[in-house]
Nanobody, 125 residues
Framework: QVQLVESGGGLVQAGGSLTLSCAAS????????VGWFRQAPGKEREFVAA????????SYADSVKGRFTISKLNAENTIYLQMNSLRPEDTAVYFC??????????????????WGQGTQVTVSS
């Protein structure tokens, strides 16, 4: 497993933007698939976005497609989630997750074995 630390959450008005960061402690993401998930109160954890080990491929939930962008720094130890045009329904705790390997992107939480502590994103109307 890899230790993950998220940052960048906060309170923003609807229509605003936030950038979340996910850092890997002591290693790079060069051999990991990395995903972002979110969980709102009373709801199940849901897939938001993921990026392949090579950063060649990305995948997004339909609810965020066109508004959110997942990316990886060249140094490969930080993953970003740029969130634009935020909506109140985007309010949730956002989690970074990692899965070792160079296979295809995964969208199920159960397929990731390392998780960060989460960062709160609140979008006011």
């Amino acid at each position: 497993q890899v230790q993950l630390v998220e940052s960048g959450g906060g309170l923003v008005q609807a229509g605003g933007s936030l950038t979340l960061s996910c850092a890997a402690s002591g290693r790079t993401f060069s051999n990991y698939i990395v995903g972002w998930f979110r969980q709102a109160p009373g709801k199940e954890r849901e897939f938001v976005a993921a990026i392949s080990w090579s950063a060649t491929y990305t995948s997004y939930a339909d609810s965020v497609k066109g508004r959110f962008t997942i990316s990886k720094l060249n140094a490969e130890n930080t993953i970003y989630l740029q969130m634009n045009s935020l909506r109140p329904e985007d309010t949730a705790v956002y989690f970074c997750a990692a899965r070792p390997g160079r296979d295809s992107i995964r969208r199920l939480a159960i397929e990731y074995d390392s998780w960060g502590q989460g960062t709160q994103v609140t979008v006011s109307s």
